[in-house]
């Protein structure tokens, strides 16, 4: 991590200087603001890797890429799409290839604060569309491609909602539920290749979920440390896979 001379090596995997696209790609999903925007500008921070930040928000985007330049990341682009659409997902998988992903970060979803008896067919369905079903279908189009890598890695960001949950969240609470099996499953699927799966599971994070509600932003835990994580991640050895890491407010729950 950090500056790195020529033929560097990070965990055993060589770097070349110059355009950081003839390293491989990460690609970052929900990259536009908030957890997918810290973890991209970590990243930037502290991997070699050129980022490829995917989102709906065009603006969001472009504003998350600026500040991924600023941090240092010598190769940024850009791909809006909404993965609940399965032209979108070709056209970003398409674009994952051939920049040479090599690391992919689940982080689109949708966060719906609604008791679960409260919530109707439709808020579950858009619940396990975006928080389950789209990271699901970006994953097994793009493993083919990830199993032919020396090294890769799949991260997702979870939720402490898939371990146990919540009445008041109900829909969201099954979608994560949903995504946590999978997650499962596929770490299970790929343990005699070179892809390693992690799930980050989050407690109450800042984002701008949060935003005009009366909450004290130092009892939610700080994004910057969920992208140090990913970050994190992506400095192992091709040995080791950190499968579930738990993070949750120093304070506890609100």
């Known amino acids: 991590?950090?500056?790195?001379?020529?033929?560097?090596?990070?965990?055993?995997?060589?770097?070349?200087?110059?355009?950081?696209?003839?390293?491989?790609?990460?690609?970052?999903?929900?990259?536009?603001?908030g957890i997918g925007r810290h973890i991209a500008i970590e990243l930037a921070k502290h991997t070699k890797l050129g980022l490829?930040?995917?989102?709906?928000?065009?603006?969001?985007?472009?504003?998350?890429?600026?500040?991924c330049k600023k941090a240092g990341c010598t190769s940024v682009r850009i791909q809006p799409a909404d993965i609940t659409k399965e032209a979108d997902i070709g056209k970003l998988v398409e674009s994952?290839?051939?920049?040479?992903?090599?690391?992919?970060?689940?982080?689109?979803?949708?966060f719906l604060s609604k008791p679960v008896l409260e919530s109707d067919r439709e808020e579950y369905l858009s619940q396990f569309k975006i928080n389950a079903l789209a990271a699901i279908d970006v994953t097994n189009r793009l493993v083919p491609h990830l199993k032919q890598?020396?090294?890769?890695?799949?991260?997702?960001?979870?939720?402490?909602?898939?371990?146990?949950?919540?009445?008041?969240?109900?829909?969201?609470?099954?979608?994560?539920?949903?995504?946590?099996?999978?997650?499962?499953?596929?770490?299970?699927?790929?343990?005699?290749?070179?892809?390693?799966?992690?799930?980050?599971?989050?407690?109450?994070?800042?984002?701008p979920s949060w935003d005009g509600l009366d909450v004290d932003?130092?009892?939610?835990?700080?994004?910057?440390?969920?992208?140090?994580?990913?970050?994190?991640?992506?400095?192992?050895?091709?040995r080791t896979c950190i499968e579930e890491l738990v993070i949750r407010p120093q304070k506890g729950d609100l």
């Open 217 to 238: 932003p130092e009892r939610l835990i700080n994004p910057e440390d969920v992208g140090k994580a990913v970050a994190m991640l992506t400095t192992l050895s091709p």
């Open 149 to 207: 890598q020396s090294w890769a890695l799949v991260v997702f960001t979870c939720s402490v909602t898939a371990q146990k949950g919540q009445a008041r969240c109900g829909a969201y609470s099954v979608s994560k539920h949903a995504l946590n099996g999978y997650i499962q499953s596929l770490r299970e699927a790929l343990l005699d290749t070179n892809v390693a799966v992690s799930s980050l599971v989050l407690g109450q994070t800042h984002s």
């Open 96 to 110: 994952a290839i051939s920049h040479n992903c090599s690391v992919l970060v689940n982080n689109a979803g949708y």
């Open 52 to 67: 490829l930040l995917s989102a709906r928000n065009h603006k969001g985007l472009d504003e998350t890429a600026g500040l």
């Open 1 to 33: 991590m950090g500056n790195q001379p020529a033929n560097a090596q990070i965990s055993g995997r060589p770097l070349i200087m110059g355009d950081a696209f003839e390293n491989g790609c990460v690609l970052v999903t929900g990259a536009s603001q």
